[in-house]
């Protein structure tokens, strides 16, 4: 019989042990690793696998692990004659910004990887691009949308390319949709004087991304010269779960639409809070990032007739150049890992295939040589269309220019659940843009 | 800002002071008896969430209805941390019982996110749709429905600490834990009953929690937490009644104090022009800082906090 000193050991080494294996299951950080060999190309995949981001940051991997296998499966990489096969490594940011900095350093001096992909969460990346850029390391940004990631002054950084829009770009195209759609039946319905401004509310979490999303907003007024005011703008603590109080003052300025600066696990709950416990009777508008299945979960009953940016959803797919590969990707992601494909995990499959192009293109792995041909890079848009049908970057900042589309969330019965149906632009919309009956304009 | 909308804010202060009272009270009774502090709280306030949406979504239950479920299955769940984890290190040194608790936390958190990922969950409730008019503003049913359920259970905790045998045994043990074993208590099952019970209201919170409305995954009971430790050191420690009087102090000072604050300001900085203030300040986001702030404020002046014993 064990006394009860063996026993107490045996629990606490049994607790180590459980903790020590549960806590590792979801640690783990490198698929390889070790010494470079000369037949593979290794890109870091920098993503959140663990924390409260990383069911975005999974996907990224999972986006990633299936560019790089069908790209290996087609014999792999010409680097200057040479096939190599592409060998991805993991690189845990934890949704930290100091776990950032640790994993993109891990990534560039212990695993040795010629170029990286990913970077989601502005905040995080921010922080750990400096890593990259302090190393020379072209990093290819497919997650994190605040402009200043590649627009900062402080460090280098040529070596940043952007194939993610900016909070400047998705303010913009979101808010040319209200002028030119919303707006006008707004101002019929009511019998608006055609000079009197859009009055804008923007909630937003207190991060770059949410930042961004303000100054997002304010920049595309200001560039569009468009007739619209932001009438009070709140910030909110990022995950916060209570939104009542920010909403309340938000309805106080009376707004015509709200603008959230939030992600999935905000947006829901501050749409629900808005229309149900304030009252809200306005539009919710929303980013991207936020076409997700989650969302359209969450959001239940309270999105319908809301507004979605999109560039790349689950369920509603523009009939584009891109829709068949944009629904191959879609099939055989979700027949791998039965899952749809977020939108982060779309960029983040097409910046695999965009290392291999430019790899390909240099002829060598030789980072300088691989950043100028992701400077001069034009290749045909893949699966997510592209200003111009191409995915170049940018001469200033090396940003590459997405094609916005505009839902519109519709409550299905039968699914219990909203679905977008694409409002806007003209060419690409399945149905009009409707005005609730039960909206109600600000003052 | 009218009266309607104070009142409206003042409800949802109500509803975040419940939930903290539920939390607060849980790690106060897992303390007061076993003087461990459990800073794993949070995760069993997660993990209570996870049960009710599983429970719910499996048999297609009234969300309100698996809310007792929960309790009973957290209880048990406490019950074993308590047997399995604090009982062999109680007495081995204040480190252990900190580092297994902190453990905890990451093995809870882990568990869930292995076995039911980290995406984001919601559970809808039946009177979703549902609210109760106050004048031009609307009460969503639920969170009157929440309220009086923490009321009644906060009741029925007060019934059974001072009117049950059980009870007055725990609290003997908490008072002094010697003298409580010397007069034949069983201090060791009291543990385990005060550890079973702080889950249990833990659960209490989470369930009511995410009925509410608010989305869930993995990682959503550290904030709750941290506030429901503000709210015991506010209360004092080891007091119940303190627990109620600081969580409802803390939900109220984050909802319509915040909001007051922010129109006085804005009130003052348009009226007092020659003072040059900025205006557009806004105190919204100082949700988190107001606790803590209050938190100080509490220990200059009263360190032993608001119902706390000198010496505690």
């Not at chain 1, 969460?121 to 750990?128: F, I, K, L, Q």
């Not at chain 1, 691009?129 to 590649?150: D, L, M, Q």
Request: charge should be negative; charged fraction near 20%.
């Amino acid at each position: 019989m064990l006394s009860k000193l063996d026993r107490r050991f045996f629990l606490t080494a049994l607790c180590v042990f459980v903790l020590f294996f549960l806590g590792c299951t979801q640690q783990s950080t490198d698929t390889g690793g070790g010494a470079v060999e000369r037949n593979e190309i290794k890109i870091g995949i920098v993503a959140p696998l663990t924390g409260g981001m990383s069911t975005t940051g999974n996907d990224m991997w999972q986006a990633a692990t299936l560019a790089a296998d069908e790209i290996n499966a087609q014999g792999g990489v010409n680097v200057n004659g040479v096939m190599m096969q592409i060998k991805l490594v993991k690189g845990d940011v934890q949704s930290d910004p100091q776990e950032g900095v640790k994993a993109v350093t891990k990534l560039i001096t212990e695993d040795n990887v010629d170029i990286l992909v990913g970077g989601f969460s502005s905040g995080t990346t921010y922080a750990d691009s400096v890593v990259a850029s302090e190393n020379k390391v072209p990093f290819i940004i497919t997650g994190a949308s605040s402009s200043v990631i590649t627009r900062r002054t402080d460090i280098d950084t040529s070596y940043f390319f952007h194939h993610c829009p900016t909070t400047d770009d998705y303010a913009e195209a979101t808010l040319l949709f209200v002028d030119a759609v919303v707006k006008p039946l707004i101002y019929q319905r009511f019998n608006l004087p055609s000079n009197r401004k859009i009055l804008i509310g923007i909630a937003y979490e207190d991060s770059k991304f949410g930042e961004g999303v303000y100054s997002g907003a304010q920049n595309a007024i200001e560039r569009n010269n468009l007739n619209m005011e932001i009438v009070a703008a709140e910030k909110f603590k990022t995950g916060e779960t209570a939104y009542q109080t920010v909403l309340t003052v938000l309805k106080d300025a009376k707004p015509d639409i709200i603008y959230p600066g939030a992600v999935l696990n905000e947006q829901s709950p501050l749409v629900l809070q808005g229309r149900r416990d304030v009252g809200m009777n306005s539009l919710f508008l929303s980013i991207e990032c936020n076409d997700d299945p989650d969302y359209y979960t969450g959001v239940g009953k309270w999105g319908d007739y809301s507004i979605q940016e999109s560039r790349f959803g689950p369920y509603a797919v523009p009939d584009r150049p891109v829709y068949k590969a944009a629904m191959k990707f879609k099939d055989d992601f979700k027949a791998r890992f039965g899952s749809f494909p977020s939108m982060m995990g779309a960029s983040t499959y097409e910046g695999v295939y965009i290392a291999a192009q430019a790899i390909e293109n240099a002829g060598t792995l030789d980072k300088a040589a691989v950043r100028d041909e992701l400077d001069a890079l034009e290749m045909p848009e893949f699966i997510e269309a592209m200003e111009g049908g191409v995915i170049s970057f940018s001469d200033d900042y090396r940003e590459s220019k997405f094609l916005f589309y505009m839902e519109q969330l519709r409550w299905n019965e039968s699914l219990g659940e909203t679905r977008p149906v694409i409002v806007w632009p003209a060419h690409l919309k399945e149905a009009d843009f409707v005005l609730p009956d039960w909206y109600e304009p600000g003052q | 800002m009218d009266l309607g909308s104070l009142v409206q804010i003042t409800i949802w202060g109500l509803l975040a002071g419940c939930i903290y009272i539920l939390l607060a009270i849980g790690l106060n009774l897992i303390f007061g008896v076993m003087k461990v502090v459990n800073f794993a709280h949070g995760e069993l306030l997660m993990l209570s969430m996870y049960f009710t949406f599983f429970i719910h979504e499996f048999f297609d239950l009234n969300p309100y209805l698996v809310i007792p479920i929960s309790v009973f299955l957290m209880a048990f769940v406490g019950i074993l941390i308590e047997r399995l984890g604090f009982r062999p290190i109680m007495g081995t040194g204040k480190l252990n019982e900190i580092f297994l608790s902190l453990g905890l936390i990451y093995l809870l958190q882990n568990a869930v996110a292995l076995i039911w990922g980290t995406g984001s969950r919601t559970i809808r409730s039946p009177f979703e749709f549902d609210s109760i008019s106050l004048g031009s503003r609307q009460i969503p049913l639920d969170y009157l429905i929440i309220i009086g359920i923490t009321m009644v259970l906060l009741v029925l905790l007060q019934v059974f600490l001072k009117k049950t045998t059980l009870g007055r045994a725990m609290r003997a043990t908490s008072q002094n834990r010697e003298a409580a074993m010397l007069m034949g208590i069983n201090v060791e099952r009291m543990d385990m009953i005060s550890f079973g019970l702080g889950s249990a209201l833990a659960a209490a919170a989470g369930a009511l929690w995410c009925i509410s409305g608010i989305n869930f995954n993995p990682y959503i009971g550290s904030a709750p937490a941290i506030k429901a430790f503000a709210v015991i050191i506010i209360g004092g420690l080891g007091s119940i009644q303190g627990a109620i009087l600081a969580g409802l102090l803390l939900g109220l000072a984050e909802n319509p104090l915040l909001v007051l604050l922010n129109a006085l300001w804005t009130e003052t900085a348009n009226t007092l022009t020659f003072l040059n203030l900025p205006a557009d300040i806004s105190f919204l986001s100082w949700q988190n800082s107001v606790s803590f702030l209050i938190l100080i404020i509490v220990l200059i002046l009263r360190p032993q906090g608001l119902f706390g014993e000198r010496g505690e």
